[in-house]
């Protein structure tokens, strides 16, 4: 019986997981229906039912 195929070795993780494309997403404070998201970090714009506003973090 021929000898098993080595494992290839694991590549650690060279960068970190993607973030979320830029949009309104679900706001993660929960007091609005959705927060917008700029590709990068929260911003204080917010919605709900339709009706935009501002709520910093």
Same mark, same amino acid.
């Given at each position: 019986?021929? #000898? ?18 830029? *949009?309104?997403? #679900?706001?993660? $404070?929960?007091r609005? =229906?959705?927060?917008?998201?700029? *590709?990068?970090?929260?911003? =204080?714009?917010?919605?709900?039912? *339709?009706? $935009? *506003?501002?709520?910093?973090?």
């Open positions: 019986m021929p #000898p098993a195929p080595p494992v290839p070795a694991m590549s650690p993780m060279t960068s970190a997981p993607a973030l979320p494309a830029a *949009g309104w997403l #679900p706001d993660p $404070t929960r609005h =229906e959705l927060r917008y998201w700029d *590709g990068a970090q929260w911003t =204080e714009h917010v919605s709900g039912n *339709g009706v $935009t *506003g501002a709520d910093p973090l």
